[in-house]
T-cell receptor
């Protein structure tokens, strides 16, 4: 079934540890995105990628990094996790940047303690 | 920061009732989208609107792109229990998409 796969589904992480959230899509979409979802704040863009090999900063990029080595994969890394990074993280993709109709993954629930 | 104001924050309605929610912004957007999120899942696109004044339906859902390009509304007619979830509006312009904080809908049988 075409779509986006995120892993892990959930994770409890000690503060200060490094963590990579994985995201893979099989739709050959050019654009990919990482959002965090917090109660009362909706979805906020962390980083995005217009196409393989390029990345850009979103609304809340601090403490996160991304890479886009190929079309399908867009991992999000927390270099040194802090409790304020406790959130639900969603990866999304769209055929083209600015195309609007995003496909979302099922999310990764991350708790930093 | 957040540029879309979505209301209401939550709604408790009886099965069969109609629902209306809206999204307003201080900025102009080129596209308005409405998503639904079920518990434990990512948002799923319901309706996309591309032109000011556009009115689009998807089954029992109807959404409109405001004429000023700064607002949009979503109506759900004859609600059913599976309409339960969080509904998000999103506004898209050339290089930026912003989401509302969501409307949590509860439908009582």
């Amino acid at each position: 079934i075409a779509g986006i796969t995120q892993a892990p589904t959930s994770q409890i992480l000690a503060a200060g540890r490094r963590m990579t959230l994985r995201c893979t899509q099989d739709m050959r979409h050019n654009a990919m995105y990482w959002y965090r979802q917090d109660l009362g704040l909706g979805l906020r863009l962390i980083h995005y990628s217009n196409t393989a090999g390029t990345t850009g900063k979103g609304e809340v990029p601090d403490g996160y990094s991304v890479s886009r080595a190929n079309t399908d994969d867009f991992p999000l890394t927390l270099a040194s996790a802090v409790p304020s990074q406790t959130s639900v993280y969603f990866c999304a993709s769209s055929a083209q940047w600015g195309g609007g109709g995003y496909t979302f993954g099922s999310g990764t629930r991350l708790t930093v303690v | 920061g957040q540029q879309l104001n979505q209301s209401p924050q939550s709604m408790f309605i009886q099965e069969g009732e109609d629902v209306s929610m809206n999204c307003t912004s201080s900025s102009i957007f080129n596209t308005w989208l409405w998503y639904k999120q079920d518990p434990g899942e990512g948002p799923v696109l319901l309706i996309a609107l591309y032109k000011a004044g556009e009115l689009t339906s998807n089954g029992r859902l109807t959404a409109q792109f405001g004429i000023t390009r700064k607002d949009s509304f979503l109506n759900i007619s004859a609600s059913i229990p599976s309409d339960v979830g969080i509904y998000f509006c999103a506004g898209l312009r050339r290089d930026d998409m912003r989401f509302g904080a969501g409307t949590r809908l509860t439908v009582k049988p």
